[in-house]
C-alpha cells in the first residue's frame, strides 16, 4: 500500500453503517484497511477499490482478544499512520433477558465493549505518537435510554457513550479527536441478525445508511464530539431522549423492542 494517501480502518465494514462510512471514506481520498467476521468482507472491499481506494480486507473475530490483534497487525503492516478509525462493528440480541442464550450476551460485551475498548488502546497509542488522528466510536441513540429486552445492547451503547466522551476529554490537549456516532434506526442487517424482525422496532420505517454515515464522516472530520446522524426523526429523538425521565425512556423501549407475545427470538 505505497501511497500518499490517508489511512483509515473501518470495522464491521462489510455491510450497512460500516459499509457506506468506508465508502465515505474512499470517496474523500482514504486508503483503507476494512475489517468484518465473514467472507463478505472481500466483495466489500472489492466495491471499495471501485471507488478509487487502495484496500486491505481482514476478515477477523474481533469478539476474540486474538481476532483484534489480527487486524492491528494488518494495520501495522502497512507501516502507514492511521489518520482515522471507525470501530463500527456491533451486534445486537433481542429477547427476555433469561431467554436469550448467555453466549450471545456475552458476544455483545467482548465484540461491542472489549474489542472497542481494545482497539482504541492500540490505536490512540499509535495517533497519539503522531499527535493527530480521528476517532469514531458508533454509539446509539439508546446509549441513553434503558433497553427492555435488549439489555444488553442498549447497556454495551451506554459504555460506548461514556468511553468516547471520556477519551474525548482526556485528549483534547492532543491534535486527536473522538467522536460518537449516535445512530437512530437504521435499515441495515442489524435488527434480522438479532433476532428482532418480529418486533416493533424490526418492523417500522428506518433510517437510510448511506445518509448515516455522510452526517458521521462530517462530524468525524470536523473533530465534533457527537452526531445523531441520520433522519429528521431520528435527531428529534436524539433531542428527546436528552430530556425524557428513564422510566418514559423504558416503557417505550419495551413497546418497540418486545417480541410479539407467543413468538421466538427468530421467528
Ligand atoms: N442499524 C441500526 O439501527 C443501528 C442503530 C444504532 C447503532 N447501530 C450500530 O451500528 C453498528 C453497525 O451495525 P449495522 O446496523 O450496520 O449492522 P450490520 O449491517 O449487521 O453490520 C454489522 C457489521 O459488523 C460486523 N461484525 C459482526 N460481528 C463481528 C465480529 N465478531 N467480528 C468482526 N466483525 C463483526 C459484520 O460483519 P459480518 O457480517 O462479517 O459478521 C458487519 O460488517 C453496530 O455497532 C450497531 O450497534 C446500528
Known amino acids: 500500500m505505497d501511497s500518499v494517501k490517508p489511512l483509515a480502518v473501518v470495522t464491521g465494514a462489510s455491510s450497512g453503517i460500516g459499509l457506506a462510512l468506508a465508502g465515505q471514506f474512499a470517496r474523500h ?9 465473514d467472507a463478505g468482507v472481500a466483495a466489500a472491499a472489492d466495491r471499495l477499490r471501485g471507488l478509487g481506494a487502495a484496500v486491505t480486507a481482514v476478515r477477523a473475530d474481533l469478539a ?12 501495522l503492516a502497512t507501516r502507514r499512520p492511521v489518520a482515522a ?6 451486534v445486537g440480541a433481542g429477547g427476555a433477558f433469561t431467554d436469550v442464550d448467555l453466549a450471545d450476551h456475552a458476544r455483545i460485551i467482548d465484540l461491542n ?20 488522528g480521528r476517532l469514531l466510536i458508533t454509539s446509539s441513540v439508546a446509549a441513553m435510554a434503558p433497553g427492555p429486552y435488549q439489555s444488553v445492547y442498549n447497556a454495551s451503547k451506554s459504555f460506548l457513550q461514556s468511553l468516547a466522551l471520556g477519551l474525548r476529554e ?3 490537549d492532543s491534535g486527536v479527536t473522538v467522536t460518537s ?18 418486533t416493533r422496532l424490526g418492523r417500522m420505517p428506518k433510517d437510510d445508511a448511506a445518509e448515516v454515515a455522510r452526517d458521521a464522516f462530517t462530524a468525524l472530520m470536523h473533530g465534533r464530539e457527537r452526531v445523531v446522524a441520520g433522519s429528521v426523526r431520528s435527531k428529534v429523538l ?6 425524557l425521565p428513564d422510566r418514559l425512556k423504558a416503557t417505550g423501549q419495551r413497546y418497540l423492542s418486545r417480541p410479539r407475545p407467543g413468538r421466538s427470538r427468530t421467528s
Do not use: W
Not at 476474540?64 to 494495520?75: I, K, M
Not at 478509525?85 to 456491533?90: E, I, Q, R, S
Not at 456516532?181 to 418480529?198: E, I, K, N, S, Y
Open 85 to 90: 478509525a471507525a470501530l463500527n462493528a456491533g
Open 170 to 172: 482526556e485528549l483534547r
Open 64 to 75: 476474540t482478544y486474538d481476532g483484534v490483534e489480527q487486524l492491528y497487525s494488518a494495520v
Open 113 to 132: 465493549i472489549s474489542s472497542t475498548v481494545h482497539l482504541a488502546h492500540r490505536l490512540l497509542r499509535a495517533m497519539l505518537a503522531e499527535d493527530d
Open 238 to 243: 436524539g433531542t428527546a431522549v436528552k430530556v
Open 29 to 37: 481520498g482514504f486508503d483503507l484497511v476494512v475489517c468484518a467476521e
Open 181 to 198: 456516532l449516535m445512530p437512530g434506526a437504521t435499515a441495515t442487517a442489524f435488527f434480522h441478525r438479532a433476532g428482532m424482525d418480529d
